[in-house]
């Protein structure tokens, strides 16, 4: 049976991986997150009791705290999603994307390091510390080609110049000092619990709601979707499975342009919302100043872990967004405190004038 420490686990993909490991591995886990604004310990309400799980409220950057967690777990590999997740809320404010995500990172592979350098040779040797990242570090690609492992870093925003910090002391801590790192960078996320920051929940509540559809500049910006559910298991194979030193990509093979994917999302609430005879939901669309300096496409060539590990995504896209909505009428009990309580649905990251 495997311990494993997960940062970030009452985030969206975090807590993805927290059910998955109790449901579906005899592992146990220890989820370490600060809480911030996008941390909802609702998220693992269905794990919570169970005797292979234990929550540690605590901040990746806290030395002490997390050096005696890890001399008390003794974990097998610790899996690192704690992060400033939004690139809108980076271009707002960078200072707790360069606070977390940067030295949060650096601090949580010097405790990682005194812990592994405690173990015995066999332990050293199947530990690992797998740094879960994004694509963005890659930059905005033409209408042509993917991202692979080879693509060089380009980070173009707050956020993902951060991660593609926090990438390069990862990497750095592995040549350096030897620790089993693994770096995964996979593209964007939708499915349950997903903060109503980002553009499918926003859309999904706001399409319930009746209230507008912000689509930035003129929609054609493209992003690879990926359910969450087929993440989850990707990274549990990579925690595993993955080779030290080495980076995988993930990603759903399912590009679309932003607004196939809000008009996708409005073909999906017509027949469940009463409207007037021939109105849609569609009416809600409209186009709003664009994200300051907007990454136009993003797309993922999976090949290495497909061929390597055998994963591939299970959830195709259509599949995927229906679930995600019939998740969000379920749901309201999760969604609703949050949008009365930390986030409005109000328009971030767009320059002071
Ligand atoms: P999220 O914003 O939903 O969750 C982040 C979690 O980290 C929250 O629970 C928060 O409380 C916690 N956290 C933040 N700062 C912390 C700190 N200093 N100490 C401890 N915990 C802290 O993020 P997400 O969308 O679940 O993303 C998780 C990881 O996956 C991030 O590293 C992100 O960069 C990466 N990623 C996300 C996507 C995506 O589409 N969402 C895609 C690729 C990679
Ligand atoms: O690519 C992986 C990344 O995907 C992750 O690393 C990030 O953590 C995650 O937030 C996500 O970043 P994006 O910026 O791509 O996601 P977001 O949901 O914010 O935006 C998706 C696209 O939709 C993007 O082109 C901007 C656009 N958008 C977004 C919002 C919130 C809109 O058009 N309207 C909106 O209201």
Redesign the pocket.
């Known amino acids: 049976m495997k311990k494993l420490v997960v940062t970030g686990g009452a985030g969206f993909i975090g807590s993805e991986v927290c059910r998955q490991v109790i449901a579906q591995t005899g592992w146990s886990l220890v989820n370490l997150d600060k809480l911030t604004y996008a941390g909802n310990l609702q998220s693992l309400a269905t794990i919570e009791s169970d005797p292979r799980y234990e929550f540690v409220h605590g901040d990746i950057c806290d030395r002490p705290l997390v050096d005696a967690m890890l001399a008390r777990i003794q974990p097998d590999a610790v899996m690192h999603l704690a992060?400033e997740?939004?690139?809108?809320r980076s271009i707002t404010g960078s200072a707790s994307f360069i606070q977390t995500n940067i030295v949060g990172t650096h601090a949580l592979l010097e405790s990682t390091l005194g812990y592994w350098k405690t173990l015995s040779t066999d332990k050293k040797d199947q530990f690992r510390f797998l740094a879960v990242?994004?694509?963005?570090v890659y930059g905005s690609l033409g209408p042509t080609g993917y991202f692979s492992e080879t693509t060089a870093f380009d980070p173009r925003?707050p956020?993902?110049a951060s991660?593609a910090a926090s990438d390069h002391l990862v990497s750095a801590w592995g040549h350096t000092y030897g620790l089993p790192v693994v770096i995964s960078n996979?593209?964007?996320?939708y499915g349950p619990y997903h903060f109503p920051?980002?553009?499918?929940p926003?859309?999904i509540i706001n399409a319930m709601n009746d209230k507008p559809l912000?689509?930035?500049?003129d929609?054609s910006?493209i992003?690879?979707w990926l359910f969450v559910q087929d993440h989850a298991r990707a990274l549990r194979l990579l925690v595993e499975h993955g080779r030290p030193g080495e980076t995988y990509c993930i990603g759903g093979r399912a590009e679309r342009t932003?607004i196939d994917?809000?008009t996708a999302l409005c073909g999906l609430f017509d027949p469940i919302r009463s409207r007037p005879a021939g109105e849609t939901a569609k009416r809600l669309i409209t186009f709003?100043q664009d994200?300051p300096g907007?990454?136009k496409r993003?797309a993922i060539d999976s090949t290495k872990i497909e061929t390597e590990l055998g994963w591939k995504p299970s959830v195709s896209f259509e599949h995927g967004l229906r679930c995600t909505v019939d998740w969000y009428l379920a749901n309201r009990t999760w969604w609703e405190p949050i949008i009365n309580g930390v986030y409005a649905g109000t328009?971030?990251g767009l320059p002071v004038a």
């Open positions: 992060a997740s939004h690139v809108d990242s994004t694509d963005e925003s956020y993902s991660k996979c593209s964007n996320n920051e980002k553009l499918i926003l859309m912000p689509v930035y500049g929609g910006n992003r690879d932003n994917v809000v709003v994200r907007h990454d993003y328009r971030l």
